[in-house]
Structures are given as structure tokens and as C-alpha cells.
């Protein structure tokens, strides 16, 4: 079987069509955690939309915003997992093994 640069080519284009997909979902989840007193509201691509700090402490507002952010990871990772599933044959596309 000849080697086809075009066709890996195409898997490519197809990859990087997904990532942007995945990236337009991302932005369109809202994440909203609300802890000791603070709230904080992120999209799923990790963008800040919105802090309520309610005079709370440094450490408080610290908290929140990772525990949004560790959320926003979870919602990342599964989108991510979902999308290379459907890729599949990648690493043997790349020469992986």
C-alpha cells in the first residue's frame, strides 16, 4: 500500500476542525461555584465572567476560584475524551505505536 500524505493530511484538518468545536462548546459552558461566602462564575474555557467576594479573605476568593477552575478542567477533559474517541487511529497516524 502506497504512502498518503494527503489523507493524513485530512485526519488533521478533521482534528483541528474538532478542537475548534470543542473550543465553541467550552465557551459556551458556565461554570458557578459558590464557597465560603464567594461566588465565582467561569466559562468552560476558563474565562472569569463574573467574582463576588462579599469582603470575604484572600484565601477565601482563592478556594473558590480553583475549585471553579478544577470544574472547568473536569468539563475539558470529558469533552476532550469524547472527541478523541471519534478521532481514534491517531498515534498510529502519527507513527506512534
Known amino acids: 500500500m502506497a504512502f498518503n500524505p494527503f489523507g493524513q493530511l485530512g485526519e488533521l484538518k ?15 459552558e458556565i461554570v458557578e461555584v459558590s464557597k465560603r461566602g464567594v ?3 467561569i466559562s468552560g ?8 467576594s462579599n469582603g470575604k479573605s484572600d484565601e477565601d476568593i482563592r478556594e473558590a476560584v480553583n475549585e471553579a477552575v478544577k470544574k472547568s478542567q473536569e468539563i475539558a477533559a470529558k469533552k ?15 507513527g506512534g505505536k
Do not use: C
Open 80 to 94: 476532550m475524551q469524547s472527541m478523541m474517541g471519534g478521532v481514534g487511529g491517531l498515534a498510529g497516524m502519527l
Open 14 to 28: 478533521k482534528m483541528r476542525d474538532q478542537a475548534m468545536t470543542m473550543q465553541r462548546e467550552l465557551q459556551s
Open 39 to 41: 461566588y465565582v462564575k
Open 45 to 52: 474555557d476558563q474565562k472569569l465572567l463574573e467574582l463576588k
